[in-house]
């Protein structure tokens, strides 16, 4: 299986955003060793700004500037005002 650069920069930016962190398992290595920390003891963080993911996002597709990084964007966020960008360069990039 290839994945594209897009899908690559997509992945990546959606696990930074998502802030995806492996999280440990006791008697494994490098899991905790009954140190361990209850939920209830966690402090969870206030959700992203989505206008600012949504932006994160079409920016990395003018950073990779293919028409499938724009299709893809709007397609995720048809509804944005950033679509109408995307579609305007998805147009030019036809043109070529």
């Not at 920069?9 to 440990?24: F, G, M, R």
């Amino acid at each position: 299986m290839t994945i594209s650069k897009t899908g690559a920069c997509l992945l990546v930016l959606t696990c930074a955003c998502a802030n995806v962190l492996p999280s440990p398992t006791p008697g494994i290595a490098g899991g905790s060793s009954g140190n361990s920390v209850s939920n209830e003891d966690k402090i969870m963080l206030p959700p992203r700004d989505p206008d600012i993911a949504v932006q994160e996002e079409y920016e990395a597709a003018q950073a990779s500037d293919t028409a499938a990084a724009y299709r893809l964007f709007i397609a995720r966020h048809p509804d944005s005002p950033l679509a109408g960008e995307a579609k305007k360069r998805l147009a030019e990039i036809a043109d070529r």
